[in-house]
């Protein structure tokens, strides 16, 4: 049977047999998906919670189980949840309808739904409930379990109840059928594969009658205790499962027998006392945090430090089994010293134990961590995105510890978080610790070329090149500054000398390429196409240059031998994109004579450039030259389809910036007739700039257009894939603005500021909505700017102190009233 | 590949239309499109394999079962268009897969067009955009203190009367708003005064003026 790479849901996942089911999918290779509401508790699935894909989604909420079918679009699916509000058979099947409705509208792929059947005394309601959703053409099997028991059941539940130390005085009477729950999970993955079993409900059960009182007097021979409570008195009703369904229909036999049940979870349970059998057997040398162990007789002659070392070199070579020995013979050698703590909270960290990590960083020192264990813990802290505790951390490790890695950790947070006078004076530091390494400068290039800082960020690399004459990568990191800055010529220049230092790297031969196009250079342009390229990379580029040069037919077929070299990717799609701007180009009406002069300001789309507008693309067509607010190689690719001259004119959120770029641009519009300044999305949504252009044309008599694009407002939406209730509408609000926001309309938040400040709109936030009101945040850029998070809105401030700062906000509308009227009232 | 693909066309057709939407819809092998303006649907089928008018959402899913089906509407089709919203909620239902295309919509045609600025302290704080009808249904929740928004995908001139009565009601006197149509320029009037058309989107400037900052 093969579960390897396909698509499953779990519902009931942080339960007892759920989350055995989960975790031994995932060992099979599965893609598994669970439902979780915001309280589950992680506890069950231990390391495996960070390995699931999780979806906030509430069986009572028909809503929420939609999303979270439509993104899971599972082939299998496991119901295991039970109904929160109580186990009622008429909950149970209601919370059953609405996850079939959910299913049938989200999971076209669904190959097999294996639901489970809790109440045993509604065994008649629950067939006909199975017999209705397979009518309704679900490929629904029920399995129907017996009393499931073993390591990771609730203390409160027998028998675990007995082995945790309970000494009942009273046992049930009834005949039981006890089903270790190994067995159970290996049914549940057969149910998923057998055919045929549509519609039926198959008994999962040993078919030995047992009772209660005969699993405490098993209990109490292993703990060798004598005697056992009587059984209690009245009707011993129950029967043990008929196994035959289970064995014809699954080939499933139950393997482990009541008494190897038992010891089995004795020994889980005596070994583990508080933690999930899973996460340790997967990592038994993570240990407790506080016990020393003691080291083995092959460590005692190794050095404690060679020990430690070692750990680290075992921890970074991924054997962390290895790694975790070390640590526990150095911690044995040297019980004082916080290395070993240390490392047994990495090794805890890098299995997603954050609990575990804190203890051991906690017991690292006899009154606490140590200030360079507080560097760790803040490098931990900002890992698991706990932005406030990161910051205390790496704040007070800051004076004592200023070793590279905890400066660059120090820099690296500060900077994630928005804080970057603070990274860059950090990277000052690890120049002191690192004189000779360009390291330190690259870094901060990156955080001055983020801020638009060009002259800092050249100085920088002007410093690391010196630094590392031979390293091509900061050659092509200056080429990229001079690029940003809008010195074409000194970009080529750095680009010359990183292709000398590199000449079979092709993203530095592409650079290099791309350079000359843009420059006219058509010599060293056609001299360079003439080059051995892989495929479709000469073709792309040669249809590039024939766009430039208005030869449309010729363009359209390059991009078409390109896309089909391509395969499949993102180079295809940009080359299918680039042939269907040629074809559009192509049959486009002749521009407009220019009155006067007429500066146009418009965005390429959020979803740039694929969402440029029509009439965006036939007025690029007739501008002598572009001003780009946006920076990066794709908008500079496309911008030079249209073989005109291009700057970059880019800022960072203060006025000052913004009054440069328009002056820049106002400049050049003394000697044009028609310019165009390209932003992103709508460029009159905070968009300071196309203000101040505004303003500037206006005192100058120059005519100034703004050309409408798709916005994150427009967009985000479509990628929630989210449409509630029956009115149609927007609000888009600034966060300084948030009162009376009509809630049968979506509304988009906008303008969230960075560090303190923003956490304080959060708390606004969470002030003005329910918090368990659903939400998603788009980062404004990225890796991640078109996947939105979902969260809510008591979840909002760890997701938005993660975010970008540009980073948007929807609250979709909530659902309409019933009664909602649609009469008029007065104003 | 989705089986239903769901595009808005912008509020001008065909200026407003992305290359993206436009690129898929003539990948799609038949295209399904509510405008009644002859030009803008001849423009969209020298894109498109097949363009048809549909009859309902159902009819469109229908179809959408075999794949390769576009739906093409007025504006942002999940701000906008009825039918974009009543197919989309009907694919999802029947668990037909598809796409929505994100599309300009009124809100960002006319903001643009009337050169209005949404930015804390150089622009509005806000917008609040509302279909006639969805407005209609509750004329308090508008605010007169931000710009308003408000569009009609189809004209009804009784629903318009009902809602500019109210809106009369509220704003000071001569109070204009902005009208933009689908074709030809923007027309200024007082909002007693004022003349909705087809596919006509209205900004409302707010009472107060904009911090205006240099």
Redesign the interface.
Known sequence: MSLTGRRVLVTGATGFIGSALARRLLKDGADVHVLARPTSSPDRLGAAWNRVTRHAADLGDERSLAEAARRARPELVFHLAKDREGSSFEREAAATRRLAAALKAGAPGLKRWIRTAHSAPSRGDDAALAGELAAAGLPVVTLELFLVYGPGQDDHDFPASVLAGAAPDRLSPAVKDFVYIDDVVAAYRLAAEAPGLEGLTIPIGTGQARSEAEAVEIIRRMKGLPGAPAAGQGPSGGHPADTGPALRLLGWRPRVLLEQGLARMAGATAKRPDEGEERRRMTPWLGESGARSKPRASSRERAPWSLISGAARNFQAGDLAAAGRDADAFIGLLPGAASGPVMKALLAAHVGDRAGAERWLEASGPSGPARWVLAVRGMLRARWQDFDGALRDLQASRRSEGSAWAVATRADVYNRVGLYRRALTELKRMRRVMPGSPEPDSRAAAIHLEQAQYEEALACLDRAVRRAPREAALRRQRSRVHFVEGSLPAARRDIEAAYALAPQDLDIRQDRLRLCLLLDDHAASEAQLREAWPAGIGEFWRGYLRCRQRRYEESRDLFAAAEAAAGDGPQAQRCAFYRFVVRVLAQAPPSPPVKGKELLIMGLGYRHPYQLSVEALWALRGCEEFFSNLSDTTVADFLGLFGVPMRTIVFRRTDGQSTACARIAMRAMKTLSRGAVTTRGQPNYYGRLAYRLVQDCAARGIACRIIPTVSISDFLPSLVGRVEGARLGLQIRDTNDLDRIDDRLPAVVYNFASGSQRLAQCRRLQREWAPDRPCWLLAGSGQLEYEPLETTVGALDRALMTADPAATLLLPARRPDPDEGSSLSNH | MEKLIICGL?V?V???????S??AL?DCRVVYCDLTDKKARAWLA?YCRELKTPASAEAIIKDAAVGGVGLAVWG???????LA?AT??AA??????Y???????P???V???S??????D??Y???????V???????????TD?PLVLYAEVNDPAQWA?VLE??V??YPKGHEGRMFSARGPETRAPLPETKPSDSCVLLIPPVDAPVQR?
């Open positions: 912008g001008r065909p200026e407003e239309t992305t290359l993206e436009l690129q003539a020298g942002q089709p999940q701000f906008s268009s009825r919203r989309e909620l999802a239902k029947a668990g037909v897969s796409r929505v295309f994100g599309a300009i919509s809100i960002g045609s903001f643009a067009r050169v209005s600025f949404l930015g804390g150089y622009g704080q806000g917008i609040q955009a509302y279909s009808e969805t407005l209609l249904a509750d004329p308090k929740a508008a605010r931000l009902a109210r809106l009601a509220a240099r």
